[in-house]
């Protein structure tokens, strides 16, 4: 990308504040649930907070927002912390919201104290019915004007563990006339008896996310808050608890969230897939999730670049995934061997190549790399794989492959012309026979002869045998979000293939789970983690072309 871009809003906003002296040092946090896996719509969160700072200077905190024992897990923390550093950042302080619960409760003391919080008995639904509507007022609790003694009084009660889960809420007393619904007396805090994944038993009620947001980041003496759109109307509320309580006034940015075409970004949808077996895990391949795209073989450069290109905007609006696959595609074209692979094998024997001689050619690994690459060396016998839709017997026009009397070059080998086949009793294709023209050795030729098709192949002899998953869309709408129904209605059938047997050239025996490879003429593979030395299982990242942008046409 060209370094001349504009500036997005919130750069302006930081530019502005910096040389006017407003703050010395910009501070943001990303500050994630540990509920789940993080997915592409976090990639752009985390490429813009730590992008920001390495851009600006300062420095980001890494803040685990656990305020809801019930669904955290220590495993979703590690596994956001591996997704943050592969991404290519790192965080200065590594926080928790549990951190600050002596803090958060103090505050929420001290609101009870000037008279701006209460207890309330009431039920979800009563309290419901009390709030009001858009365009009608709310109605005082009950409980609204009870003494500040009793409020304290009840208040440690719920602390001390003396009442039953939904026993009592605690509310900010604010104003069930406002416009803004969040501002009409929201919760601050409930009772939960739940062990918590940091504090134990320590606590059994625990602060909602909209009082523990503002104040820690007003705690961290955060600069830049960064959110995404849904809590522009949250803002006020933030506001008014940094007022009352007197503390730093962390301010907050509102920006777009990232939403991709066929694919899910709720974390409740995307857990559902993983509990109801719909995929493997958080981390298959088809998922959105980091982990998902880093085992399908995406790169964290073409994941920034890809951020970096959607940009930072101020609406809603759905991401083409065609454009995340043209990132991948632009970085491995430059940084991935170029290898061969038979998917769909079928026999391809040189009559006049003298059976038991074998010798090693040279292919280059990658013509596109500012290095080349390198070489390496690929066996040669008389007895091939070719892919099956490589020969046809009664070719159509412009074909420039196999076909009875036709001339083709092997990738790196020789011209060979198919001189015969054979069928099995169904009328099959099972074997081309073809002679070869010792003089048109690649990188050798003096043979003068010219031909327009070039296909790849693999020693039989030589071949080693691999699995390999060619996965595509999870679903087969653009926004199964928005459509009719049950969002899984919208499954994509065939998001996996499944080649159990496919012939690969033996350099791939040595691949590891780090490095990428462009099979030729097929697309983009990596190494998949239930590999073993004996079964090789290779993912498909993306194929050579956009072929549902084909389809659409």
């Known amino acids: 990308m060209s370094e001349e ?72 923390v590690d596994s956001q912390q591996e997704d943050i550093r592969w991404l290519g950042f790192e965080w200065k302080h590594e926080l928790y919201t549990s951190d600050y619960f002596d803090t958060l409760y103090d505050f929420a003391v001290k609101l009870i104290e000037n ?31 009870r003494s500040v003694e009793e409020n304290l009084s009840l208040f440690s009660s719920m602390k001390a563990g003396e009442l039953e889960d939904g026993a009592c809420i605690l509310r900010a007393k604010i104003d069930m006339s406002s416009p803004n619904m969040l501002m009409r007396d929201p919760i601050i805090y409930r009772i939960k008896h739940a062990e918590h994944h940091r504090t134990g038993n320590k606590w059994c009620i625990y602060p909602m996310y909209d009082f523990a947001h503002g104040q820690s980041d007003s705690i961290e003496e955060i600069t830049h808050s960064i959110c995404t759109l849904e809590y522009v109307s949250h803002r006020e509320l933030y506001d008014w608890f940094i007022a009352q309580l007197g503390i730093f006034p962390s301010h907050q940015y509102e920006f777009a969230r990232l939403n991709l075409t066929y694919t899910v970004m709720s974390k409740r949808k995307l857990l559902q897939l993983v509990n109801e077996g719909v995929v493997t895990g958080w981390d298959d391949p088809r998922m959105p999730t980091i982990s998902g795209l880093r085992r399908r073989g995406y790169t964290p450069e073409s ?56 010798e090693i050619l040279i292919g280059e690994n990658n013509p596109e790399a500012e ?86 192949w693999v020693s039989t002899k030589h071949a080693k045998t691999a699995e390999i998953r060619v996965y595509d869309r999870l679903f087969s709408v653009e926004s199964p979000d928005s459509e009719e129904g049950d969002f899984k209605d919208y499954l994509h059938p065939d998001s996996v293939k499944v080649i159990k047997e496919a012939y690969i050239e033996p350099y791939l025996a040595g691949a590891d789970l780090e490095s990428r490879y462009q099979f030729i003429r097929k697309g983009y593979y990596c190494l998949d983690k239930d590999s073993t030395t004996d079964h090789l299982v290779f993912n498909q990242t993306v194929g050579l072309k956009d072929a549902w942008a084909k389809a659409k046409k």
């Open 371 to 456: 290095d080349k690459g390198g070489v390496r060396e690929i066996p040669f016998s008389n007895e091939l794989w070719i892919e099956r839709e490589d020969f046809m017997e009664e070719p159509a026009k412009k074909w420039f492959r196999l076909a009875p009397g036709a001339m083709v070059r092997l990738k790196n080998a020789y011209i060979v012309k198919c001189e015969d086949f054979k069928k099995d009793a169904d009328g099959n294709v099972t074997e081309i026979h073809c002679t070869y023209i010792p003089e048109s050795k690649s990188g050798e030729d003096t043979s003068e002869i010219h031909v327009k098709g070039t296909i790849h």
């Open 115 to 145: 008279g701006l919080a209460y207890v309330d008995h009431g039920t979800a639904d009563e309290i419901a019915a009390l709030k009001g509507t858009p365009t009608e007022p709310g109605k005082d609790s009950p409980y609204r004007n």
């Open 303 to 358: 994941i920034r670049e890809f951020c970096e290109r959607i940009g930072i905007a101020k609406r809603e609006n759905l991401i083409e995934l065609s454009l995340l696959e043209f990132c991948i595609r632009e970085h491995l074209n430059k940084t991935a061997n170029r290898v061969m692979a038979v998917l769909d094998p079928i026999k391809l024997v040189i009559t006049n190549y003298p059976e038991g001689k074998e």
């Open 5 to 76: 871009r504009s500036l997005n809003f919130i750069e302006e906003i930081i530019e502005n504040d910096l040389n006017s002296g407003k703050y010395k040092t910009l501070v943001t946090r990303f500050p994630p649930e540990p509920n789940g896996y993080l997915h592409i719509g976090h990639a752009k969160a985390i490429c813009l907070n730590f992008g920001l700072t390495q851009k600006y200077g300062g420095y980001t905190n890494l803040r685990f927002d656990d305020t809801n024992p019930v669904t955290e897990k220590t495993e979703y």
